[in-house]
Antibody, heavy 120, light 110 residues
Framework: EVQLVQSGSEVQKPGESLKISCRCS????????IAWVRQMPGRGLEWMGI????????RYNSSFEGQVTISVDKSVSTAYLQWNSLKASDTATYYC?????????????WGQGTLVTVSS | QSVLTQPPSVSGTPGQRVTISCSGS????????VYWYQQLPGTAPKVLIY???QRPSGVPDRFSGSKSGTSASLAISGLRSEDEADYYC???????????FGGGTKVTVL
C-alpha cells in the first residue's frame, strides 16, 4: 500500500525555524515527484512546490519561492518542508502528495496533513 | 482568489442529483485534464475523478465528471449523507507552470 505519513502538529513562535517531514512507503520513492500544498484555516488548497527525489530537481510556486525550502533524503524516502523564520500567516495545514504525472493536477495519495500553528 | 472558479456551496436532499462547476481558461482546463478531490471533514483530500471522467477503483459510480472547453463539472447522483464534504477541481496551468485548484465547493445534504 502506498502511504505518505507526515510528522505531527507543531506550535511555534514567530521568527522560529521549522522543518516538517513526509515519509513515503509502498512504492519507488525516486520515481515520482512529491508536492506540498497549503490549506489555511477555512480556505482552499494552494500548491507550494514540487521536488523530484531522484535528483532533487525542485520547482516553486512563485508565491512561495524564498519563503520555504523543499528537500528530500533518499536514504529514508522522506520529503521535507522547511521555514527559516515563521510568520503568523504561515498558520495552516500542510499536505504532501505524490504527483502521479508531471504536467497534470493528479495527486494520489495525500499525506494526512501537518497542522502548523504560529503564535506568540 | 483561486485560478479555477467553483461555487462556494451546493445543497440537495437525499437521492437528488447535484452538479459542481469548475471554470478555468485556455492555459489550464482548456489544455489539460481535470481532476476532482473530495475532502471529508477533518481528513485529507482524496482523488475522486482523474483525467476528466475516470473513477479510481472504489469510487461509486454515483460520481461522474465531464469537461468541455475551459469548464468542467462533477455530478453526484443519488445524493447520500456521507457525500457531505468539500470538493475541489484541479488542473495543470501552463502560464503558472504548476497545478492550480478551485476554491472548493461545500456539498450539504439537507
Amino acid at each position: 500500500e502506498v502511504q505518505l505519513v507526515q510528522s505531527g502538529s507543531e506550535v511555534q513562535k514567530p521568527g522560529e525555524s521549522l522543518k516538517i517531514s513526509c515519509r513515503c512507503s509502498g512504492y519507488s520513492f525516486t520515481t515520482y515527484w512529491i508536492a506540498w500544498v497549503r490549506q489555511m484555516p477555512g480556505r482552499g488548497l494552494e500548491w507550494m512546490g514540487i521536488i523530484y527525489p531522484s535528483d532533487s530537481d525542485t520547482r516553486y510556486n512563485s508565491s512561495f519561492e524564498g519563503q520555504v525550502t523543499i528537500s528530500v533524503d533518499k536514504s529514508v524516502s522522506t520529503a521535507y518542508l522547511q521555514w527559516n523564520s515563521l510568520k503568523a500567516s504561515d498558520t495552516a495545514t500542510y499536505y504532501c502528495l505524490r504527483v502521479m504525472s508531471l504536467g497534470a493536477g493528479w495527486f494520489d495519495p495525500w499525506g494526512q496533513g501537518t497542522l502548523v500553528t504560529v503564535s506568540s | 482568489q483561486s485560478v479555477l472558479t467553483q461555487p462556494p456551496s451546493v445543497s440537495g436532499t437525499p437521492g437528488q442529483r447535484v452538479t459542481i462547476s469548475c471554470s478555468g481558461s485556455s492555459s489550464n482546463i482548456g489544455s489539460h485534464n481535470v481532476y476532482w478531490y473530495q475532502q471529508l471533514p477533518g481528513t485529507a483530500p482524496k482523488v475522486l475523478i482523474y483525467r476528466n471522467d475516470q473513477r479510481p477503483s472504489g469510487v461509486p459510480d454515483r460520481f461522474s465528471g465531464s469537461k468541455s472547453g475551459t469548464s468542467a463539472s462533477l455530478a453526484i447522483s443519488g445524493l447520500r449523507s456521507e457525500d457531505e464534504a468539500d470538493y475541489y477541481c484541479a488542473a495543470w496551468d501552463d502560464r503558472l507552470r504548476g497545478p492550480v485548484f478551485g476554491g472548493g465547493t461545500k456539498v450539504t445534504v439537507l
